[in-house]
T-cell receptor, first 111, second 112 residues
Framework: DAGVIQSPRHEVTEMGQEVTLRCKPI?????LFWYRQTMMRGLELLIY????????DSGMPEDRFSAKMPNASFSTLKIQPSEPRDSAVYFC?????????FGQGTRLTVV | QQPVQSPQAVILREGEDAVINCSSS?????VHWYRQKHGEAPVFLMI?????EQKGHEKISASFNEKKQQSSLYLTASQLSYSGTYFC?????????????FGKGTHLIIQP
């Protein structure tokens, strides 16, 4: 298996623009997580899905953030409009309920 | 509730031992340990479950004190490849039902 696949690996965008991050989890994994990592706050859980259903989005910082999982093999995290303070590495991870496998992350820079 | 890790950073010589601690103010179901190298994704090392079950890495061991809600990661005879940032992640309910809440990490530097 190729592991968790995220795209793009790097994204630079201007403040106010819409940003969409993509994730393909490992086949057969029924949990999918979106994390954000910054130096100041560490790894923060934004939202997670179980069987494509959002279970807990209490970590989503603002209404500007939204996430979807239309099917078992694809999820998106959207930021609209983006702001400089959204700059971070965004990780997607999947699991069957025990160990989580992380994707390589998307480094987002909002200028 | 974010778990608290200590120390924040450790510098060791190759072959020395290290202990990294993780504590929570909430009752825990499990503690997970991950290692992240610079510019890479976190990689799973170990999971410790309420009741004493462990699953993980061959050369790394850990303990979980359920009464104190504390876990410790033991790195013995450290190798250069052990360098990185170690994170503990905690769950209050079984089976990933919460998602992991991670501590801020412990930076481990192994020098030759």
């Amino acid at each position: 298996d190729a592991g968790v696949i995220q795209s793009p690996r790097h994204e630079v965008t201007e403040m106010g623009q819409e940003v969409t991050l993509r994730c393909k989890p490992i086949s057969g994994h029924d949990y999918l997580f979106w994390y954000r990592q910054t130096m100041m706050r560490g790894l923060e859980l934004l939202i997670y899905f179980n069987n494509n259903v959002p279970i807990d989005d209490s970590g989503m910082p603002e209404d500007r953030f939204s996430a979807k999982m239309p099917n078992a093999s694809f999820s998106t995290l959207k930021i609209q409009p983006s702001e400089p303070r959204d700059s971070a590495v965004y990780f997607c991870a999947s699991s069957t309920g025990t160990e989580a496998f992380f994707g390589q992350g998307t480094r987002l820079t909002v200028v | 509730q974010q778990p608290v890790q200590s120390p924040q950073a450790v510098i060791l010589r190759e072959g020395e031992d290290a202990v990294i601690n993780c504590s929570s103010s909430k009752a825990l179901y499990s503690v997970h340990w991950y290692r992240q190298k610079h510019g890479e994704a976190p990689v799973f090392l170990m999971i410790l479950l309420k009741g004493g079950e462990q699953k993980g890495h061959e050369k790394i061991s850990a303990s979980f004190n359920e009464k104190k809600q504390q876990s410790s990661l033991y790195l013995t005879a450290s190798q250069l490849s052990y360098s990185g940032t170690y994170f503990c992640g905690t769950e209050m309910r079984r089976g990933g039902a919460d998602g992991l809440t991670f501590g801020k990490g412990t930076h481990l530097i192994i020098q030759p």
